[in-house]
């Protein structure tokens, strides 16, 4: 898919780039991103709104994969960003992004997290709880100014995804309990506060989501409560953020609807909810973070080595693991992979991939067929480019890999290489070193 073909020399090329010339250049593991494929990705998004005639905004879900460049991209296909942390805020600010159109997410959103929102003056704050709204109502009181918010609620619906990536279900960290006064409590408390202006309001159902149906009913159960709302407090949402989630195939057992069909039936549904309760249409916006990063991510990996326990199984060991992809050992996701360096290579034997992080659970892929792979192949494993980097870690203190952006024959590096000094540029030493 995307750019993606074999070359002249049987290797895998992305974006006009020969991989294993990639792996070469600027080592292993390597992730590379199919630039193209990410524009392609949030132009379909507008695309569908504008086709609709709709007023919208389509936020990159930042935390999916947030780099200085992965944002300045976002800003070229005039996208929005969500940002859920000073860091994510700062990866934003540090690649100018334009301030208006951040949106600022959180549980548990710190004091200077909000003045830090505040102060550089961004589009809104999406409210997840009381303490933060006394927080920012505090904050703007004091510099003498007013927050666009949206109010971040909990429709209880359960999306069948993962458990520990669902979040729009009751007993949930997130939001304000649609169901249960909580909702009600937090828009009369913001319409009343000088220093809050409210835009509307936010759900997010879960991620990795297939189809519509949660989508659709979250719309239902939030228009209802906005008709209730604008009998009691004259209150008109010009907003509605849908959230992200919005399904990819990782694999082929993985069948989600085209990204444009999502938006296309949240939009007859809003349509058709406000004209039944006589409300203006509001702004439709969404975050998808997955859909718009995830399949254009491919991870490069030398294959080392190798174990056979007879009759059960092959161990193939790359030289990356739950180090720069945790999802498999978290989610138990899957991923399909192929030889970069023999793309037209038929399968001959079943492998399971293995990492190598110092623990069992770290195995990137189970049973996979390939052919018959050694020292020094290079594997690509696909769709790593949500939730891969954005999710790497040190552990075993593994220096994270870099970041290659691949477009039009061209490889740009945007994010460099870990090394054994950034490894210990954060210690401090109990003495002197001893020896070097
Ligand atoms: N908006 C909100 C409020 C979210 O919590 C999320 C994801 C998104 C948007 C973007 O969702 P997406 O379109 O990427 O599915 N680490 C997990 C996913 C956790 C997602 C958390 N929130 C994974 O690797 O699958």
């Known amino acids: ?78 996208l929005s960003l969500d940002v859920v942390s000073g860091g994510e805020l700062y990866t934003a600010l540090a690649a100018g992004f334009p301030t208006e159109k951040i949106h600022f997410h959180g549980n548990n959103k710190s004091y200077e997290e909000l003045v830090m929102a505040i102060e550089h003056n961004i589009g809104c704050v999406v409210v997840d709880n009381f303490h933060e709204l006394d ?41 304000f309990d649609l169901q249960n006064g909580q909702a009600d409590e937090a828009m009369r408390k913001s319409i009343e506060a000088k220093q809050i202006d409210v835009l509307g309001l936010h759900c997010h159902i879960g ?67 406000a004209s039944q309760y006589s409300m203006k249409m509001p702004e439709i916006w969404i975050e998808p973070g997955r859909s718009l990063v995830g399949d254009a991510g491919t991870t490069l990996y030398r294959i080392g080595s190798r174990k056979d326990v007879p009759n059960v199984r092959q161990y193939v060991a790359v030289d990356g693991g739950m180090s720069d992809n945790i999802r498999p050992a978290l989610y138990q996701a899957k991923y399909e992979a192929i030889l970069a360096n023999r793309a037209m290579d038929k399968p001959e034997e079943t492998v399971s991939i293995a990492g190598k992080c110092c623990e069992s659970g770290d195995m990137l892929i189970w049973d996979l067929p390939l052919p018959k792979s050694g020292d020094q192949d290079i594997l690509a494993v696909f769709c790593t480019g949500a939730y891969g980097y954005s999710m790497a870690n040190n552990y075993n203190r593994l220096p994270r890999p870099a970041v290659v952006f691949l ?21 401090l030493p109990l003495k002197e070193k001893v020896k070097s």
Not at 223 to 232: A, D, G, I, R
């Open 1 to 78: 898919h995307g750019t993606a073909k074999t070359n002249r020399l049987g290797h895998l090329e992305i974006g006009g780039v020969d991989t294993v010339q990639l792996a070469e250049k600027y080592g292993t593991p390597l992730y590379v991103y199919d630039v193209a494929l990410i524009r392609e990705r949030a132009k379909a998004f507008k695309r569908t709104f504008e086709k609709a005639g709709i007023t919208a905004q389509v936020a990159y879900a930042s935390k999916a994969f947030s780099t200085v460049a992965m944002v300045q991209l976002a800003a070229e296909e005039e």
């Open 135 to 175: 927080m920012l109502m505090d904050i703007c009181k004091e510099k003498n100014t007013v927050i666009k918010v949206l109010l971040r609620v909990t429709p209880g619906i359960e999306a069948h995804t993962h458990d520990y990536i669902l979040t729009g279900q009751e007993d949930s960290k997130f939001g």
């Open 407 to 427: 477009e039009e024959s061209k490889d740009t590096l945007v994010v460099r290489r870990e090394t054994y000094e950034d490894m210990v540029k954060l210690d």
């Open 207 to 273: 991620s990795q989501i297939f189809e519509t149906t949660g989508f659709i009913l979250a719309a239902q159960k939030i228009f209802e409560k906005l008709h209730q709302w604008k009998k009691e407090m004259s209150f008109e949402s010009t907003v509605l953020n849908l959230g992200g989630g919005f399904g990819i195939r990782y694999t082929n057992e993985d069948d989600p609807i085209p990204a444009a069909q999502y938006v296309e039936e949240i939009i007859a549904e809003v349509k058709k909810q």
